[in-house]
T-cell receptor
Framework: EAGVTQFPSHSVIEKGQTVTLRCDPI?????LYWYRRVMGKEIKFLLH????????ESGMPNNRFLAERTGGTYSTLKVQPAELEDSGVYFC??????????????FGQGTRLTVV | AQSVTQLDSQVPVFEEAPVELRCNYS??????LFWYVQYPNQGLQLLLK??????LVESINGFEAEFNKSQTSFHLRKPSVHISDTAEYFC???????????FGAGTRLFVKA
């Protein structure tokens, strides 16, 4: 069974450009999460989808970030326009059961975003 | 709201020595507790978790962690480390009624020969 897959693995863009990160969760997982780790700091929650609906987007930093989950399958996270402070590793995770918070979340390898 | 403090950012240790990675948390509600590990060039993997019951939980590769409610701690221990344990370890909490996982800043474990 394929795990959580993230594309690209690395991205280097200039300040002001747009970048779109993609996450393919494990098939059948209704919960999808985005997290971000700025260098050396904690991994911070960005948002949570249940199927195609945003359940919690309290961690989104500002309106330059837009997350979507088409048809409840894969998700994209777009940053437009990118700023230097957006650099970091963006993790996606998915879990199966929408009724049980204690079910394990499986993480992807992350996308390392560098804004120069 | 919850928060997690990992008291050591880096822990160097010799192979076959014991190690303890410290984690303290704060929360106004009951929590589930987790340790995740990130090996070089890989994603986060769940190492072990405490949901309920016995306060001592173990992983398949010899790590254990003990939930101490009075001290709000969930320290990770291994009696004898291997070179292959070199990785970054993240302590995390989740409120029992929610889905958001709160992570600590991570502890880099370096195991030296």
């Amino acid at each position: 069974e394929a795990g959580v897959t993230q594309f690209p693995s690395h991205s280097v863009i200039e300040k002001g450009q747009t970048v779109t990160l993609r996450c393919d969760p494990i098939s059948g997982h209704d919960n999808l999460y985005w997290y971000r780790r700025v260098m050396g700091k904690e991994i911070k929650f960005l948002l949570h989808f249940v199927k195609e609906s945003k359940q919690d987007e309290s961690g989104m930093p500002n309106n330059r970030f837009l997350a979507e989950r088409t048809g409840g399958t894969y998700s994209t996270l777009k940053v437009q326009p990118a700023e230097l402070e957006d650099s970091g590793v963006y993790f996606c995770a998915s879990s199966q059961d929408i009724t049980e918070p204690n079910t394990e979340a499986f993480f992807g390898q992350g996308t390392r975003l560098t804004v120069v | 709201a919850q928060s997690v403090t990992q008291l050591d950012s880096q822990v160097p240790v010799f192979e076959e020595a014991p190690v303890e990675l410290r984690c303290n948390y704060s929360s106004s509600v009951s929590v589930y507790l987790f340790w995740y590990v990130q090996y070089p060039n890989q994603g986060l993997q769940l190492l072990l978790k405490y949901l309920s019951g016995s306060t001592l939980v173990e992983s398949i590769n010899g790590f254990e962690a003990e939930f101490n409610k009075s001290q709000t701690s969930f320290h990770l221990r291994k009696p004898s480390v291997h070179i292959s344990d070199t990785a970054e370890y993240f302590c995390a909490v989740k409120g029992t009624g929610g889905f958001k996982t709160i992570f600590g800043a991570g502890t880099r474990l370096f195991v030296k020969a």
